[in-house]
């Protein structure tokens, strides 16, 4: 007889050893998150993804299913929370999406929009973060990094290598290049590894292939990111998304 828990009432049937948020995903529960990715060792750092479990408040793709739980996913409190960090991701970096590449792609916008966020509450503040434009194919623009650490676990786990790394701790805080310069171009990252893929923001951006896909006929553009994210971990058929993800030109999070 398999295990189970329960999500908002539903229940779930899990494996050992996974996750509340693989669990779910497979069972068709869409939990927001910015940092997770099935392929991927978990981290826990955007908070999003956190439900209750039993009354306690746990991050989902960090935390084990086990038999009989009884977990809260969608909650006008969890959802307040998870609204409050994403303006809190938007004022602490230059997220201008109306004149970002990334609109319609980004999947920081895209949860903004499933939390119902109309504005970014808080203060602006404006940092001034370097731009590197060194790689002759990529670039890095670390006013858009939101330090989901995504970049760092593909080039370690999946390119099978160890180009980005984060450094320093609150405020001073930044992605850095794994060379003596702190250079992309002196790094071996290819323009094909998936670490140069997988910025859920603009903080990543490929050269020579701003706006290929128009604005309106992006992933975003016609579906929530919950269908995106069940999509990906095909649940729901991928040719009722967008062009841009049909044709599979857009790697998300959840690893389409």
């Not at 790689?135 to 786990?157: E, G, K, M, W, Y």
């Amino acid at each position: 007889m398999a295990k189970t828990f329960t999500i908002d009432g539903k229940t779930i049937p899990f494996e050992t050893g996974q996750t509340i948020i693989e669990a779910a995903t497979a069972a068709g529960v869409y939990i927001p998150h910015l940092c997770h990715h099935p392929d991927y060792t978990p981290h826990g750092s955007c908070k999003l993804c956190s439900v209750k479990v039993n009354g306690r408040v746990c991050s989902a793709c960090t935390f084990p299913a086990g038999e009989g739980q009884e977990v809260i996913n969608n909650s006008k409190d969890l959802n307040d929370d998870r609204q409050k960090i994403t303006q809190m991701l938007f004022v602490e970096g230059n997220h201008l999406c109306p004149g970002c590449e990334k609109s319609g792609n980004c999947q920081l916008q895209a949860v903004a929009y499933h939390l119902n966020m109309l504005d970014n509450h808080y203060q602006h503040f404006y940092p001034k973060r370097a731009l590197d434009a060194s790689h002759p194919d990529v670039l890095i623009d670390h006013n858009r990094c939101i330090f989901c650490t995504l970049c760092v676990r593909a080039s370690q786990q999946q390119d099978g290598k160890d180009v980005f790394a984060i450094s320093g701790r609150g405020i001073n805080k930044r992605l850095i290049a794994n060379a003596q310069s702190g250079l992309l171009k002196d790094t071996d990252l290819e323009a094909t590894d998936a670490a140069a893929h997988i910025c859920p923001t603009g903080a990543i951006l490929i050269k020579r292939t701003g706006y290929q896909i128009p604005i309106g006929e992006r992933i975003y553009d016609h579906k929530d990111i919950d269908q995106v994210s069940l999509a990906a971990s095909g649940l729901i058929p991928i040719t009722t998304l967008a062009p841009s993800l049909a044709v599979g030109t857009e790697q998300t999070q959840d690893g389409e």
